[in-house]
């Protein structure tokens, strides 16, 4: 896989690393030396592509005068946004909808919650608030990537008296993904 000439002449303290890129150590750095691995073996590992897929509500609270409600839900990770469809009348709504978040750095280092808010839609542009859910972003990629599969749970609601959410996750890792099209230079090489 290429060579790296790595960095050779002054030295300073730097030193080769496997992959021939120049490597600076300091002295006298204990902790901020463990804390950076910590936080590259975390980003290189956990970032990728984290689908949510909202499956229904259950028991949800009753904002409109007909004993029913019309939920929405927005989703929030960082500043990535997005909402679903609202569905009409009724307390168990089903959604089956699928959101995707990009998992980045500043969503693991900074360790940004997903947060779900639960809405009544009413005429004019008006919303009743209807509960909510703050989930940590790592410990979902976590459950994840130890299950090695498709995550489902059911989760009550806070800051309401009923309701709650089904949810499913599924967490895409970018860590060791093929090139796609697996096609290697040498194989495009006339022979």
Do not use: H
């Not at 693991?108 to 808010?117: F, G, I, S």
């Not at 299950?147 to 008296?161: D, F, I, K, N, Y």
């Not at 949810?167 to 697996?182: I, M």
Request: net charge negative.
């Amino acid at each position: 896989k290429g060579g790296g000439g790595g960095g050779g002449g002054s030295g300073g303290g730097a030193t080769s690393s496997r992959n021939g890129s120049p490597v600076v150590s300091r002295q006298n750095t204990g902790d901020s030396n463990t804390a950076a691995a910590a936080a590259a073996a975390l980003s290189q590992q956990f970032m990728g592509l984290l689908y949510v897929r909202l499956i229904r509500g259950e028991d949800m609270l009753a904002r409109d005068r007909n004993g029913r409600s019309d939920p929405f839900v927005k989703l929030v990770l960082g500043r990535q946004k997005r909402k679903s469809s609202t569905r009409y009348n009724t307390i168990q709504p089903v959604w089956e909808e699928e959101f995707e978040f990009i998992v980045g750095e500043d969503e693991l280092l900074n360790n940004k919650t997903l947060q779900l808010d639960v809405w009544d839609r009413d005429p004019f542009n008006q919303k009743d608030f209807m509960g909510k859910l703050e989930l940590d972003t790592r410990a979902v990629v976590r459950r994840c990537t130890l299950a090695g599969c498709q995550v489902t749970e059911r989760m009550e609601l806070q800051s309401t008296s009923t309701g709650a959410l089904v949810l499913e996750f599924e967490f895409l890792s970018v860590a060791g993904t093929p090139d796609p099209g697996g096609l290697a230079p040498e194989e495009t090489s006339p022979t």
